[in-house]
């Protein structure tokens, strides 16, 4: 397709591409006022907002096995109109994060029964008995509770997951009282035809608004699989900063998808998100330095090399 | 979302979950008798067949700093034969100063094995090139225009009209020599140096690469900077002059939007055996594949 000089890397008009089509944009656009779940961009049948939930500092750090989470609970800024779910398997981590000053929790339970033994050493059924004695102290403290569906589209060790089982957990989930409810694809392995079956069997159960995506690039096919929810209405997505949290199931590859390529997508569709690309990457970029690894991340990637980002 | 330890990488079930659903298959599904173009699949409104062209060997190598053996690129080109692939582009007829890469286009063209059912194009700049690449046996041609001026001028050295006038006497001399012509429009989404492409300029220049007889044009995101919205602007600006069935789209993925916008584009070949080749060729330069597919397999010990 031929070859661009390398002195191209600095070109003015490059960079003023990427900034003026707010691929990368300084300014954050405007939130809305009050966001309408279902809303639909005019031209293109999309959603016109998508939450963007960051699960980098918890998803992402736990496989680069950082285990202080009072401390991290009670030394961060809360900024006003930003959520910090943190995560709760049972009663006693509740309480415990409770104390540490969380404001809202999650739980995960898993479509697959031999994963949810494996992971959280507990069936399906014994795992939801736990999160509802949760969903029950927070819903007296007025405290939401995200539930989350591992192994929405495969699992590593019973591999094809049926969208029926998904669903089926997924409503035990919403119906304790989860306000929302994000299906993982938990080992990558979902594509945009698996991911349309599954959640059509999903929203059969649980209202469009109350569904989150959680997506794994273990196989590179995060965003257009994302991309497919999104058409179908979905409209919280869940990413992780610099594609931070390596994929267990398989050594040396790829996990997260990297919350800069998500909002480079959105923002190229006119999708409004709030977040602004530029300051994720400065955080992204932040944390590779700390953990002195390389950015999974290919809008970074490419960015910091053009010398649109220093 | 949960650890699970290092011991699954084999798990049976895992390895059995990526082969039954044939995302990986030993097999190559049969090819279809014959491809309808258009026609769809029938649950979800996309293509039931897709022509996946392989540029790996010219695109692909031409931007390796290394310089690439003969006998490398001639054994990846083989292997990629084995694929199942229905296309592959083997090398680039262009001045040897300007493309050093590709400086061996005679030996690579000439030592390659052809298989039945495969086409393998070369890109020809000018009537020089084809001439030398007619000469060296090829059996397909291609050739590459931009949608933005200055990019022409910067990568071929002259303006669109000029380059088109080269592309004519090109596709007249291929025309009468029964030579298929396959034209590409770089900088469909986005220029490196003018930035935003409008639509029309690219459904122009399509238009005059397939006028001039071009059987498919080739719409590239050069610096893919491209996103879902962009390409379907751009696809639906195109698709008023050109027939959907001679379309093909041209992702970088340097922003990680390809296979969206791929997806966007499109609202078998057998996978195991491209990523052999694709560890062949990245064994021989030294370097990480960027398929995710190929990282995930290799590690999963789905792929040894």
């Known amino acids: 397709m031929g070859t661009v000089p390398s002195a191209l ?25 009050a966001p309408h779940p279902g809303q639909e961009s005019q031209a293109s049948g999309l959603p016109a ?5 960051e699960v980098g500092p918890r998803d992402g750090l736990q496989n680069e ?29 509740f309480h415990a994060a409770i104390a540490a000053g969380a404001t809202e929790v999650s739980v995960f339970g898993a479509a697959s029964e031999t994963f949810s033994k494996m ?3 507990c069936s399906i059924e014994e795992s939801i008995e736990k999160f509802e004695d949760v969903a ?13 569906v591992s192994c929405a589209l495969g699992c590593p060790y019973e591999g094809n997951i049926i969208p029926a089982k998904v669903a089926e957990v997924s409503k035990r989930l919403y119906s304790m009282g989860c306000y929302e409810i994000s299906l993982g694809d938990t080992i990558g392995v979902g594509t945009p035809g698996s991911m349309k079956r ?31 929810a999104i058409q179908m209405g979905v409209a919280v997505v869940d990413s992780s900063v610099a594609g931070l949290g390596g994929c267990p199931y398989a ?24 977040v602004n ?15 002195n690894k390389k950015t999974n991340s290919k809008v970074a990637q490419a960015s910091f090399t053009t010398g649109t980002v220093n």
């Open 277 to 291: 690309l530029y300051t994720v990457m400065e955080a992204g970029n932040f944390i590779c330095t700390a953990l």
């Open 251 to 274: 050594k040396g590859a790829t996990g997260n998808v990297a919350t800069e390529d998500v909002i480079y997508m959105l923002n190229g569709l006119g999708i409004n998100t709030g």
């Open 49 to 53: 907002y998508i939450k963007i939930v």
């Open 198 to 228: 599954m959640l059509e069997a999903v929203m059969k159960e649980i209202p469009l608004c109350a569904l989150a995506v959680h997506c794994h690039d273990t196989y590179g096919q995060a965003l257009a699989n994302i991309l497919t």
């Open 9 to 33: 890397k600095h070109c003015l008009s490059y960079q003023h591409l990427l900034k003026e089509q707010l691929w990368i944009g300084e300014q954050a656009p405007p939130p809305p006022a």
């Open 65 to 93: 096995k950082m285990a202080d989470h009072k401390e991290v609970m009670r030394g961060i800024e809360r900024h006003p109109g930003v959520q910090y779910p943190v995560l709760t398997p049972n009663l006693h981590g």
């Open 119 to 121: 992971n959280i050493n």
């Open 136 to 148: 029950k102290s927070a819903r007296n403290m007025n405290i939401p509770v995200r539930g989350y």
